[in-house]
């Protein structure tokens, strides 16, 4: 995985899907684990930012 990437929830827990915008966080409380990313989310028409473990995701489309 990495930046840019289109990812969903692996286990359908959050709907939506969302773009990896950083990787790993830069700020927060998991600032720096490199088992995390920070995903621009979507889902029921509004978008928020989400830190999640990289091994709840899967790609849907790499980025080029």
Same mark, same amino acid.
């Given at each position: /995985? *990495?930046?840019?990437?289109?990812? *969903? +929830? *692996?286990?359908?827990? =959050? +709907?939506? @899907?969302?773009? =990896?915008?950083?990787? #790993? #966080? *830069?700020?927060?409380? &998991? $600032?720096?684990?490199? !088992?995390? %990313?920070? =995903? /621009?989310? @979507? %889902?029921?028409?509004?978008?928020? +930012? +989400?830190?999640?473990?990289? !091994? &709840?995701?899967?790609? =849907?489309?790499? $980025?080029?």
């Amino acid at each position: /995985m *990495k930046v840019g990437d289109l990812v *969903k +929830h *692996k286990y359908s827990t =959050i +709907h939506g @899907q969302g773009l =990896i915008v950083e990787m #790993p #966080p *830069k700020s927060g409380p &998991f $600032a720096g684990d490199t !088992s995390r %990313c920070m =995903i /621009m989310w @979507q %889902c029921h028409g509004s978008v928020t +930012h +989400h830190s999640l473990d990289l !091994s &709840f995701v899967e790609v =849907i489309s790499e $980025a080029s």
